[in-house]
Structures are given as C-alpha cells and as structure tokens.
T-cell receptor, first 109, second 114 residues
Framework: QKEVEQNSGPLSVPEGAIASLNCTYSDRGSQSFFWYRQYSGKSPELIMFIYSNGDKEDGRFTAQLNKASQYVSLLIRDSQPSDSATYLCAVRSGYALNFGKGTSLLVTP | DVKVTQSSRYLVKRTGEKVFLECVQDMDHENMFWYRQDPGLGLRLIYFSYDVKMKEKGDIPEGYSVSREKKERFSLILESASTNQTSMYLC?????????????FGPGTRLTVT
C-alpha cells in the first residue's frame, strides 16, 4: 500500500506568521504532488501542484519538494484566519491520487 | 472553470435500499472518480473510470458498483445500502495532459443510511 503521511494537527499559528505543513510519501517512484485545502463541510479545492525538486510559488503559497527525502511541504506566508482549514497532501498513482489524512490548520487573530 | 456537480447534497436512505449517486462534469474530462471521506480515515478511492464504459476498482470497492455510459456522467450505485456506508461521497474529474492530472471535486453528497 502506497502511503501518504501527514501530521493531523491541529497546527496553530498567529495571524501574519508562516504556516508550514509537511507530508511524506512511501512510493519512491512518485512524480506529481498536490496540495488541496478543505474547509469544514466543503469539498477539497486544489491549491497547487509540484513535480520538480525545489520550490514552486503561487501568491502566498510555496510548495517544496524533496524527492530524495520523499517529502513535500506547503508554506503559507502571512497566514490569515481565512486560511484555517484542513490541508490535504496527494500523490499521483497512475490515474488516481493517494491522499494523506490531512493537517488541520488554525490561524488565530 | 471546471464544474463538477453531484445530484444531491444530502441523502437519507434505509438499510437495504438501492442508492444512486450521480456526478456530472462539464469540462470533457476523461477521468472520473468516486471517493468516500470519513473522519480519521481520510479520502478513500472507491472506483474510477478513465473512459466511457471503462471502470477500475479503487481501494474500497466492496458494496459499490459504478456506471459510465456518457463521458460527462459517472454514477455510483449502492446495491443494498448498509449503515456502514453512511459517509460523505465525493466525485472528482481530471484530464490527462492538463497540468499534472489534477483532480477537481464536486460539492459532495452526505449520505445517511438508517
């Protein structure tokens, strides 16, 4: 079974701080990695994806990938209370995605 | 914008009933997926389809079947609903070659089986 592991949290950060969310995966052959945000009672929405080692930036979000260490991270700069949600890491497996169980983020005013 | 719609937001059914959950996407995506999401268990793949009339089992197909007669529509069928199928059901779609196969989700159907 290909595993995607995330700390369930909750991760609590003050407003304006950097939130750092981490994810590890077991399949060394994995090529593509995704971060989704899920508000309570809503469906997951895609934040960004990354497939090359290094960093990828999109606004306040930065995804980091280290294939040698098999981890992916998501940094959220200038965190806002509206960023409070569960963040799901996903790894592509053929046609489908394997999802982690998510990390709950709480941004306190 | 990709739009994935699901037939119901909330559904209550009785044990033993046959249940149909419908999903429609409007972006001509090849791939469609059905997941269920439960607290503490995360998102688990039930079935997926990569083309019309094609289907593949996911991680937890037992007790479910699917149908894909048209490209835009993917149905999940619970032949005889049981209480352990009470869950949030999420449909998603994706297109090979669009970005890196990112999936877009519908709003979900919260199914309660009593």
């Amino acid at each position: 079974q290909k595993e995607v592991e995330q700390n369930s949290g909750p991760l609590s950060v003050p407003e304006g701080a950097i939130a750092s969310l981490n994810c590890t995966y077991s399949d060394r052959g994995s090529q593509s990695f995704f971060w989704y945000r899920q508000y309570s009672g809503k469906s997951p929405e895609l934040i960004m994806f990354i497939y090359s080692n290094g960093d990828k930036e999109d606004g306040r979000f930065t995804a980091q990938l280290n294939k040698a260490s098999q981890y992916v991270s998501l940094l959220i700069r200038d965190s806002q209370p509206s960023d409070s949600a569960t963040y799901l890491c996903a790894v592509r497996s053929g046609y489908a995605l394997n999802f982690g169980k998510g990390t709950s983020l709480l941004v306190t005013p | 914008d990709v739009k994935v719609t699901q037939s119901s937001r909330y559904l209550v059914k009785r044990t033993g009933e046959k249940v149909f959950l419908e999903c429609v996407q409007d972006m001509d995506h090849e791939n469609m997926f059905w997941y269920r999401q439960d607290p503490g268990l995360g998102l688990r793949l039930i079935y997926f389809s990569y083309d019309v009339k094609m289907k593949e089992k996911g991680d937890i197909p037992e007790g479910y079947s699917v149908s894909r007669e048209k490209k835009e529509r993917f149905s999940l069928i619970l032949e005889s609903a049981s209480t352990n199928q009470t869950s949030m059901y999420l449909c998603a779609s994706s297109q090979i070659g669009q970005g890196e196969n990112e999936q877009y989700f519908g709003p979900g159907t919260r199914l309660t089986v009593t």
